[in-house]
């Protein structure tokens, strides 16, 4: 199984603020199509997770531009700017691209 | 607008076998995969299994030997079959569409106690 290391665990952060939440994975997420199967998600307090970005770098529908992801390969960053009580939660990041399907193990962000 | 919601038994005792039903709206099963996922109370997510749009299933291969994934595209609804629980199978079960997973049902409360 491919494993998603997930980093940091706990990121306290100012409203208003910067953060970057990286996601390494034990092999490449480039698909034999060409894609990169990287997706980061939010879970709220009591809620279903939320789609943010959907192979490593668009936006989901309805998700604000002060959320953006990057990388390549087997290396994906997350980063939020000026940071809203809203963002806060736990930040999952999932690789669709190997079977079985595998999640990050959770970023939890919370006010400092 | 795309809806998911599942349905079940909210208690389950050891070595029995779960049903699960999620029904969903707004899109065609034979046009989207439907997934299975999990969390523990407290805990992270966990891929259950999938059954594509041409409804052949993929499954985890730790959970294969006791699951079964099926559905009914007249009714759109998609069932999770897992037998022999155990405690540790307490958990929310989630489904959700899609490769990218983009929209996500309530989730239900599963609880294996006796």
């Known amino acids: 199984d491919v494993l998603m290391t997930q980093t940091p665990v706990s990121l306290p952060v100012s409203l208003g603020g910067q953060v970057s939440i990286s996601c390494r994975s034990s092999?490449?997420?480039?698909?034999?199509?060409?894609?990169?199967?990287l997706h980061w998600y939010l879970q709220k307090p009591g809620q279903s997770p939320q789609l943010l970005i959907y192979r490593v770098s668009n936006r989901f529908s309805g998700v604000p531009d002060r959320f953006s992801g990057s990388g390549s390969g087997t290396d994906f960053t997350l980063k939020i700017s000026r940071v809203e009580p809203e963002d806060l939660g736990v930040y999952y990041c999932?690789?669709?691209?190997?079977?079985?399907?595998?999640f990050g193990s959770g970023t939890k962000l919370e006010i400092k | 607008q795309v809806q998911l919601k599942e349905s079940g038994p909210g208690l389950v005792q050891p070595s029995q076998t779960l049903s699960l039903t999620c029904t969903v709206s707004?899109?065609?099963?034979?046009?989207?995969?439907v997934h299975w996922v999990r969390q523990p109370p407290g805990k992270g997510l966990e891929w259950v299994g999938a059954i594509w749009s041409g409804g052949s299933t993929d499954y985890n291969s730790a959970l294969k030997s006791r699951l079964s994934i099926s559905r009914d595209t007249s009714k759109s609804q998609v069932f999770l079959k897992m037998n022999s629980l155990q405690t540790e199978d307490t958990a929310i079960y989630f489904c959700t569409r899609r490769w990218e997973l983009d929209y996500w049902g309530q989730g239900v409360m599963v609880t294996v106690s006796s």
């Open positions: 999932l690789q669709s691209t190997h079977f079985p399907l595998t």
């Open positions: 092999q490449s997420l480039v698909h034999s199509d060409g894609n990169t199967y």
């Open positions: 707004g899109f065609s099963l034979t046009s989207n995969s």
